[in-house]
C-alpha cells in the first residue's frame, strides 16, 4: 500500500478482555517497529522485527504484550486480560533499512486502546 | 524509557517568528532525526542527521548536532500556522535500527 496502515483506529475495551492490534506496514519494508504513546507523552519502544525474526521485545510492559510478523510483513500486537493503564495510542513504523545505519520510519495513524 | 528530552516542553510563537527546539539524549548515537506529529496522527518524519555531521538544513528547517554535548536543536525559521505540532527527537544507536524518542516540544504558531 501506499503507507503504513492501521486497524483499528480505536478500539474500547472492557478490562481483562483480550485485545489485537494489526499494522500493515509498507511494501518491502524489512524493519517494524510497535510502540506505546501516552497522552501528552512521547512514544515508547515496545519490540522491533527485522523481516519475520524479533530482535528485542524489551520494551514489552509485561507478559501480557505479545507480538508476531510470521511472514516477515504484517503484525499484529496482542494484548491479553487488558488493564486501565494499557490505554495508549499504539503506534507501528517500517523502515527500508534492515541492517547498518538507521533511516526513515513511516509511522501509521496508530491505534487508540482505551480500557474501561 | 525515552532516550532523549526536548527542551522547552511548550512553544508560543507567532507566524512568521522563528521556533527553536532543543533536543539533550544519554547514549552515544549513529544519528539524529525530528519528526512532527499533529495532533491524534501518527509521526512524520522531517530530517535526519548523521553522527558525524555538525549541520544540516531542509527548506525551512536548520538541525544542528553537538555529539560532545548529546545535544541537537531544531529550527524553525518564518513558522507557519501549519507549523502548530508536537515535535520530537529520535535518536538510533546504530547497530541495528531500535529508534528512540524524546519526551516532545509542544509548538503552537499563532496567525
Known amino acids: 500500500g501506499a503507507g503504513v496502515s492501521q486497524s483499528p483506529r480505536y478500539k474500547v475495551a472492557k478490562r481483562g478482555q483480550d485485545v489485537a492490534l494489526r499494522c500493515d506496514p509498507i511494501?518491502?519494508?524489512?524493519?517494524l517497529f510497535w510502540y506505546q504513546q501516552a497522552l501528552g507523552q512521547g512514544p515508547e519502544f515496545l519490540t522491533y522485527?527485522?523481516?519475520?525474526?524479533?530482535?528485542?521485545k524489551s520494551g514489552l510492559p509485561s507478559d501480557r504484550f505479545f507480538a508476531e510478523r510470521p511472514e516477515g510483513s504484517v503484525s499484529t500486537l496482542k494484548i491479553q486480560r487488558t488493564q486501565q493503564e494499557d490505554s495508549a495510542v499504539y503506534l507501528c513504523?517500517?523502515?527500508?533499512?534492515?541492517?547498518?545505519?538507521?533511516?526513515?520510519?513511516?509511522f501509521g495513524e496508530g491505534s487508540r486502546l482505551t480500557v474501561l | 524509557s525515552q532516550q532523549g528530552e526536548e527542551d522547552p516542553q511548550a512553544l508560543s510563537i507567532q507566524e512568521g517568528e522563528n521556533a527553536t527546539m532543543n533536543c539533550s539524549y544519554k547514549t552515544s548515537i549513529n544519528n539524529l532525526q525530528w519528526y512532527r506529529q499533529n495532533s491524534g496522527r501518527g509521526l512524520v518524519h522531517l530530517i535526519l542527521i548523521r553522527s558525524n555531521e555538525r549541520e544540516k538544513h531542509s527548506g525551512r528547517l536548520r538541525v544542528t548536532l553537538d555529539t560532545s554535548k548529546k545535544s541537537s536543536s531544531l529550527l524553525i525559521t518564518a513558522s507557519r500556522a501549519a507549523d502548530t505540532a508536537s515535535y520530537f527527537c529520535?535518536?538510533?544507536?546504530?547497530?541495528?535500527?531500535?529508534?528512540?524518542f524524546g519526551t516532545g516540544t509542544k509548538l503552537q504558531v499563532i496567525p
Open positions: 511494501s518491502g519494508h524489512v524493519s
Open positions: 513504523a517500517s523502515s527500508l533499512d534492515g541492517k547498518g545505519s538507521t533511516g526513515e520510519l513511516f
Open positions: 522485527f527485522q523481516n519475520e525474526a524479533q530482535l528485542d
Open positions: 529520535a535518536t538510533g544507536p546504530g547497530g541495528y535500527q531500535k529508534v528512540t
